[in-house]
């Protein structure tokens, strides 16, 4: 197959040089930055420097911009779109998917939603690696497309190295999300802003520096990411004050008790799920 | 030297392992449970497996219990204990140091208090490992102990394979632990008891794990590191609770342009540590 991915960040690409390391797959990468195209053709990421019309070639076209800019660019150039399978890797997707699938049917093109779930507190193409799809979960939000054409999007993922395919709706998706990967990235920021912080080396170990990791964020990309799904995110922020509130409650008051059963209670989940 | 170890779970069988990689000194281990002081033997952790009279032959002995317990076995046995070097390993030093000085005082050996900035969220012997403290930091609190004792036990600190040693009081201890440590185990267990959180796999990855690392958590343990350390760790709570709200409000207000600075401000925080 041909496929065509836009935008070469760190998740583009990482799905560029996943294809090149696992498949025959050609691949012809779009990118604003001309400089970032030259450098991918030369690590052997891609087959092709494209530009809008080589879009016409592929059969896949793989999104990989921030997810405004995805559905901006569908709007712009889904004429090229027509007869393809198209896929995203946004982060959000109540916001995305409605959109995506109105322009898909309005230019004739198959649209599966997808969020690959992985990532590092650095971005850019020059984070970009191969492997970084290793053993990682692949969220895919199949929305109106076909079968044949969801199951060519699973597909391509195990393929190129993801560790399984997890199917799911954009409202679980977003809501789920909100949970696992943005409050982390919240608790990670307001964590770092504590007067503390500037001071933490040789006071600090592994809890520090998990807990601190992403607080190295992409302010603009997480800003957007962050309004797109407010109602979840500010749920699971609710959720998250009321059991902080508990916990500094019962040390407040000095209750042993029931602080050490709040703390088992967080253990047993853990234990629960195996971690 | 020969150097006793009271209490040889994580904590104290790393410390007998490393010694024992690392050093020529002999090593006695003193633990309430025997069979996993033959166990340490037999993993040549110890070269002897003592009681209460064989802590009279040891030069420098290290407390490796909780930290109540650590000052109990201290009352307890104090006469032992004359003429040696004393330390721990107590995570809270406001309320431990004092009386161990006192008691140092009435039974006539040196206290210089300590902290290994290390651990894992497993915990008991079986957990422990001679390069735990590989690249930590080993906070040191002389207290009121002599330049020699001091010496000794940083110098016994690098040798084992600490990274590096940090001096300070107990004050300054105890508000920067509250946030190094305490803080990201309060957050780790305060979000694992979200209800999304049985239903993460699939749609999580680094940023899920890596905040909910800790929650796996010694509720025992921590719940009187937490009780000891109340006032230091409130504050940083207050913090916390301050900070999120912030990101809460601007996210709830659709505030992108105050929602992009607070998360500047953290970007700008780790880059400012190089991390």
Redesign the interface.
Known sequence: MKIAVVGIGIIGGSFCKAIKKNTSHYVIGLNRTKETLAQALSDGAIDEIGDIDSLKKADIVILATYPKASVEFVEKYGEYLKGKIVTDSAGIKREICPQMVELSKKFGFEFVGAHP???KETNGYKSSDADLFKG??Y?VVPCEASDEAVNTICSLGLEIGFG?V?K?DPEE?D???????Q??????????????????????????K???????????L???L??EN?EP??E??????E??????DA??Q?N?ER?????????Q?????G?
């Not at 990791?213 to 992409?218: P, T, W």
Request: net charge positive; aromatic share 6%; proline share 3%.
């Open positions: 779930m992985a990532g990682a979960s969220i399984s997890k799911t998706h809501r789920m999300i909100a949970f696992t990967s409050l982390p990235h919240v608790l990670a920021c307001a964590y770092v802003l504590s007067p503390c912080c500037p001071n933490h080396k040789g006071f600090s170990a592994g809890s520090y998990d807990v601190s990791r992403v607080a190295n964020i992409n302010a603009k997480w800003s957007e962050f309004l407010r995110l500010i699971e922020l609710i959720t998250l004050r059991n902080v509130t508990m916990i500094t040390v407040q000095g042993k602080l050490e059963q709040l703390l088992e209670q967080a253990h989940t853990k234990e629960m799920l971690e």
